[in-house]
């Protein structure tokens, strides 16, 4: 047990570092200041759009749409950053269910704490993420990271720039 601890505790810093600046979880921001929406639809196993543009600092919020029946989410990180998440999901979903989302734990504590913006949703399920990006220009993933979405496709480009 404490060995499973020790290496979400230090999955979880690592990926913090590897987020970078400008990625921060922003829950706390209200979708009214906001300078445009953006709708996403996530399917079994795509989303639409595939890819997205935004301008530095630009405040957006996505509109994210579950219509599959599995459940998704979508996380907004470095190509590093992701990689280390997928892992962390990897290893939760190995380790007999701990924290993995349909067991009914809170994946958005986790993802706060790696410093990633993200919403999860069940199937069905709308929610909006308000992000604001990086004040330079970047180029960044969004993903689903539930064990084997990523690797089926579930995931595309986010452009900072322009």
Same mark, same amino acid.
């Given at each position: 047990?404490?060995?499973?601890?020790?290496?979400?505790?230090?999955?979880?810093?690592?990926?913090?570092?590897?987020?970078?600046?400008?990625?921060?979880?922003?829950?706390?921001?209200?979708?009214?200041?906001?300078?445009?929406?953006?709708?996403?639809?996530?399917?079994?196993?795509?989303?639409?759009?595939?890819?997205?543009?935004?301008?530095?600092?630009?405040?957006?919020?996505?509109?994210?749409?579950?219509?599959?029946?599995?459940?998704?989410?979508?996380?907004?990180?470095?190509?590093?950053?992701?990689?280390?998440?997928?892992?962390?999901?990897?290893?939760?979903?190995?380790?007999?269910?701990?924290?993995?989302?349909?067991?009914?734990?809170?994946?958005?504590?986790?993802?706060?704490?790696?410093?990633?913006?993200?919403?999860?949703?069940? &199937?069905?399920?709308?929610?909006?993420?308000?992000?604001?990006?990086?004040?330079?220009?970047?180029?960044?993933?969004?993903?689903?990271?539930? &064990?084997?979405?990523?690797?089926?496709?579930?995931?595309?480009?986010?452009?900072?720039?322009?």
């Amino acid at each position: 047990m404490r060995s499973t601890l020790m290496v979400v505790a230090l999955g979880l810093l690592s990926t913090q570092a590897l987020a970078g600046a400008g990625h921060a979880q922003s829950e706390a921001m209200d979708p009214d200041q906001a300078d445009r929406t953006i709708a996403v639809e996530a399917g079994d196993i795509w989303f639409d759009p595939e890819s997205l543009s935004v301008a530095p600092g630009e405040v957006v919020a996505f509109e994210v749409s579950n219509s599959g029946q599995l459940e998704h989410e979508f996380v907004i990180g470095s190509a590093e950053a992701q990689d280390e998440h997928r892992k962390m999901m990897r290893e939760m979903a190995s380790g007999g269910g701990h924290g993995m989302h349909g067991d009914g734990h809170d994946m958005s504590q986790m993802h706060g704490a790696m410093n990633m913006p993200a919403v999860t949703l069940a &199937p069905g399920e709308t929610r909006t993420l308000v992000w604001q990006a990086p004040e330079q220009g970047a180029s960044l993933t969004f993903a689903c990271n539930v &064990p084997g979405h990523f690797e089926a496709g579930m995931h595309g480009t986010l452009s900072v720039g322009e």
